[in-house]
């Protein structure tokens, strides 16, 4: 190992290893309940990003000297049996693609981090929200560097559950918590189909590692290492979790929900990091969405619809953080058309640039909301609307309709709880009565104890 | 047959025995509670003892130096093997850590004497080979529970029934096969009935009432002790496993993959957190039945790493809730109770318990699950994808009940909420094994994959199995795949051409 190498395993091994000891350390202390303070909490986090980022950067000033486009970091074997081939490599790519992500979520991350100190400055939950923040981060790092598709999976559900534990985090109101409860409920569902895809994968190919899944070249060169048929079922599952987590169409319900959560966490979640990470992953996987032309059809539908619904939606909203969360979505929408389309560059540029205006803006949005107040006490009377061109051609049934449908969020929550979700927990209900029924049966008596007991045995202020 | 340096095996057997009657002889006392747990420490530190005098060793199997009992069992009867080596201090620690996070004020409902005989019978089944004395062990198990829930004057009807038909399917099983050549079609009846039996102890549907049943009127403790060890898989593997054909084997796989998903759907609707856990806790278990009955080296060894991260997750999960339940008696999920504030450290355990029983990355669980959907998918790839189905509904289910116990809003109350000291030391134990066995899996995956290897090795033994094709040091040339779920291209290549050049990092610059 000559001295740039030994240099690239440094450096690289200090920005996965930085977020990784943020996550230890505040996870620590609040499972031995010794909380840190305010100050503390802040200037780890502040170091722990610098800490990736400069790296980072150092990376790939290096990689620009060397000119090299591909450079692998490995960790090592995670698990390993080796007489049945099985790896479970940790290896981490800086290549044209992980690197302005990594740096994008590091800037971002660095930003928000930033404004949240004094955003969240004597809260209740600030130990809680930096917490759960750091575990995004290293889940934002892990998946934009990963090599193989397991270590890309470890970083997709570390940022899922600080998802939603984080739009969960005012836990003392109950739709906050509802709607992280929504947002995991489709993650999970997510995260299966991205499960299933990349244990398909090694099926296939008996590769994890995702240079292996393109036979040749590095992002965005490489020809897909699979059939098309191969390709259009796994394209399909990855396209599945893909639209989970970038909350396009039919899973765009959770977006508006996930607002309920804190200023800072809906802007570097939801305006921009973890809704591109559905995106992200097509464009890692780009190659084997260009092996099958149906798979490539599908994408740029699901792209077309999500952003034709968002860009709907987002105007009639009566909320500034859930408008800006379906413009985002419009956004992520045509970037996936990209994807489709091939224009990899495009969309990793179109992501950068939406992903830190759309940041900025949701961090803006509580501001601006009394911005405008105090204009219209000024003036003494609302600002004034532009009018939409579409109004001069669309006739006054069609924009009824469209506005219907915008408002009522597209009906997609309302379809997935008429058609998904009700039907399966009234059969379970029902397999629930069922078991009742058998096991009053057999007792010859009423055989649950548990219909009996109180719903807040806790607030009547005595032992149990 | 090797040796251990000290009768490791006996001792531990013995310690809560006579723990036991040393209680029984103390009465009622106030420091009653503190003697078991010292009773229960001891015993730990002896099988932890056991676990690395046989890892030193480096045998297969090794019995006890020293022979108290030899007057009574044959000589061989005891032993440590790689299947059960992990087993031992697993069962220990999920006693210690029930008591530990006993309240005072329980002691008198939950009965240390018998928790302790228990974990007697316990230790001993998990150190027994398979023998009448394993069938005897297995059927005595069955008996402090019911003593239980006669002595708080509970319905036994339903416990009753399953568990004498299981003692029953077993006994007549296992005299029946004692009679036949184990290597011929005649086994295959009784076969059927020791089967039969195992899947009735591991609560495989429709024979899962009664465990729910037990959940309702037994105490918490007694429930958990009686469950998170998973006995019912230990008795496949040493009863079922060695004997049954593949194909039958592959059958009861999917009883337990339906029973995953049913109980992981069943944990969604449940409205009180005893019967919550309880589906949760069956559909995991089932997802170690499917590992195990899928007989593949991969699989196997997923079964056996599952196995340890739901015997430690589980408990951890389970002891969660029944500490709270001791403050502010059971516990509804119809709404929210805001408990966070008061119980942050049982909160946060309760999230990480939670998410090492469903396979979260970094926690004991992750690596158990890949390596069981990887060993499933090799065999029938729709198997492997209804595996990560039911782990997904039961990580629905685990946040759905952390939000509901410990979000909503706060209620002042009287009582001191805050987890006292041993409840801490218990809490803190399961954590760093948990995050410590999540973080650095290998020597833990090794040891299972060593287990597995001989497990298949036995299997092979006999014609009966008819296993060839999954040797562990060769795969197989073809394996058969349904193509109902996949296109017409082949999905499953074989393993040997598996993963050669994962390991090895391309370098696309040439």
Not at chain 1, 277 to 298: D, F, H, K, N, T
């Amino acid at each position: 190992m000559n001295l740039t190498d030994t240099a690239f395993q440094f450096f690289g091994t200090v920005v996965v290893a930085s977020p990784a000891m943020l996550l230890a350390i505040l996870g620590l202390s609040a499972l031995l309940n010794r909380p840190l303070s305010e100050a503390n909490i802040s200037r780890l986090t502040q170091v722990a990003v610098l800490f990736t980022m400069v790296p980072g950067i150092i990376i790939l000033a290096l990689m620009l000297i060397v000119d090299t486009r591909y450079v692998p970091v490995e960790l090592g074997d995670w698990v390993t049996i080796p007489e049945q081939e099985f790896h479970f490599n940790l290896k981490f790519v800086f290549d044209r693609l992980s690197i302005p992500f990594l740096l994008l979520s590091c800037v971002l991350c660095g930003v928000v981090g930033a404004f949240t100190r004094r955003y969240l400055h004597r809260e209740e939950g600030y130990g809680r929200f930096f917490l759960y923040y750091a575990m995004f981060f290293c889940g934002m790092v892990t998946s934009s560097l990963a090599g193989t598709i397991e270590t890309l999976f470890v970083g997709w559900e570390m940022v899922g559950l600080s998802s939603a534990l984080l739009v969960a985090y005012f836990h003392e109101r109950k739709n906050p918590v509802r709607n992280g409860q929504r947002v995991w409920s489709v993650y999970r569902l997510a995260d299966a189909a991205f499960l299933i895809a990349a244990i398909t994968m090694h099926s296939m190919t008996g590769e994890g590692d995702l240079g292996g899944l393109m036979s040749s070249g590095v992002w965005p060169e490489g020809v897909a290492a699979i059939s098309s048929q191969q390709a259009l079922l796994v394209g399909t599952l990855l396209l599945i979790a893909a639209a989970g987590k970038s909350a396009l169409f039919p899973f765009s319900g959770w977006l508006p929900r996930a607002m309920e959560g804190p200023t800072p966490s809906s802007a570097i979640f939801y305006g921009a990091l973890s809704v591109h990470l559905g995106a992200y992953l097509l464009l890692r996987v780009s190659p084997i969405l260009e092996a099958s032309l149906l798979l490539q059809m599908m994408v740029i539908t699901l792209g077309l619809v999500s952003a034709g619904c968002g860009a709907l939606m987002s105007r009639v909203q009566n909320d500034v953080k859930v408008s800006l969360a379906y413009a985002s979505l419009t956004q992520v929408g045509i970037i996936v058309v990209e994807i489709g389309l091939g224009l990899r560059y495009l969309a990793l540029i179109h992501i950068i640039g939406h992903a830190c205006l759309r940041t900025m803006q949701l961090l803006r949005a509580p501001t601006l909301l009394r911005d405008y107040n105090e204009l219209e006490n000024a003036i003494g009377m609302r600002l004034p609307e532009g009018s939409s061109p579409w109004t001069r051609y669309l006739p006054v049934s069609l924009q009824g309709w469209f506005y219907r449908f915008g408002f009522e969020r597209g009906f997609m929550d309302i379809a997935l709880d008429q058609w998904v979700v009700r039907p399966f927990m009234s059969l379970f209900r029902w397999c629930d009565r069922m078991e009742h029924r058998t096991t009053d049966w057999l007792s010859r008596d009423q055989s649950r104890e548990s219909d009996k007991i109180e719903l807040h045995p806790e607030s009547t202020g005595r032992a149990a | 047959m090797p040796e251990l340096h000290f009768p490791w095996i006996e001792v531990s057997i013995l310690v809560p025995l006579l723990g036991a009657i040393w209680i029984h002889f103390m009465g009622q006392r106030e420091n009653l509670l503190r003697h078991a747990i010292v009773i229960c420490a001891i015993t730990f530190v002896l099988t932890v003892g056991e676990l690395i005098d046989f890892v030193i060793i480096g045998a297969f199997e090794a019995h006890d130096h020293w022979l108290f009992l030899d007057w009574l069992f044959d000589r061989d009867i005891f032993v440590v093997d790689e299947l059960s080596a992990f087993q031992l201090p697993l069962a220990a620690l999920i006693f210690l850590v029930t008591i530990m996070s006993t309240l005072r004020t329980k002691t008198p409902r939950f009965s240390l004497k018998l928790a302790l005989v228990s974990e007697s019978l316990l230790l001993a089944t998990f150190s027994c080979r398979t023998s009448w004395t394993l069938v005897a062990l297995l059927a005595a198990s069955t008996i402090p529970p019911y003593l239980e829930l006669r002595q708080r004057g509970r319905c036994t009807r339903i416990y009753t029934l399953h568990m004498g038909l299981f003692v029953a399917l077993m006994v007549s099983g296992w005299a029946w096969l004692s009679r036949v050549d184990a290597t011929s079609s005649a086994a295959l009846i009784p076969g059927a009935l020791l089967t039969a039996a195992a899947l009735l102890r591991s609560g495989i549907a429709p024979f899962h009432l009664w465990i729910a049943d037990l959940f309702e009127k037994g105490t918490f403790g007694t429930a958990i002790l009686f469950t998170t060890p998973l006995v019912g898989a230990y008795a496949v593997m040493r009863l079922v496993l060695p004997i049954a054909p593949s194909w039958a084997l592959q059958s009861i796989a999917i009883l337990s993959l339906v029973t995953a998903v049913y109980a992981g759907g069943m944990a969604l609707v449940q409205r009180e957190a005893r019967r919550m856990f309880c589906y949760i806790l069956l559909s995991q278990s089932s997802l170690v039945l499917v590992g195990l009955e899928l007989v593949t080296p991969i699989g196997l060894t997923g079964a056996l790493c599952l196995w340890l991260s739901v015997g430690l997750s589980l408990t951890g999960f389970g002891i969660t809730l029944r500490s709270i339940e001791s403050r502010i008696s059971r516990i509804s999920l119809a709404d929210y109770h805001g408990l966070y504030r008061q119980m942050p450290i049982f909160s946060g355990f309760f999230l990480l318990t939670g998410l090492a029983s469903i396979g979260f990355p970094a926690t004991v669980g992750f690596v158990g699950m890949e390596l069981l959907i990887e060993g499933a998918v090799d065999v029938y790839p729709l198997v492997g994808t209804m595996v990560v189905i039911a782990a997904a509904l039961n990580g629905i289910a685990v946040l759905w009940a952390y939000f509901r116990i410990f979000t909503g809003r706060h209620n002042p109350t009287l009582i001191p909420m805050h987890a006292r000291l041993s409840e801490n030391v218990a809490v803190l134990i399961l954590s760093l094994l948990i995050l410590g066995g999540g973080l650095v899996p290998q020597p833990g995956v090794a040891s299972r994959y060593h287990a597995a290897k001989e497990l298949t090795r036995q299997r092979q033994g006999n014609p009966m199995t008819e296993d060839a094709d999954h040797s562990p040091d060769h795969a197989p040339a073809h394996v058969e795949v349904s193509t109902s779920a996949l296109p017409a291209t082949n999905i499953v290549t074989p393993l040997a051409n598996k993963r050669l050049a994962s390991s090895k990092a391309k370098d696309p610059t040439q």
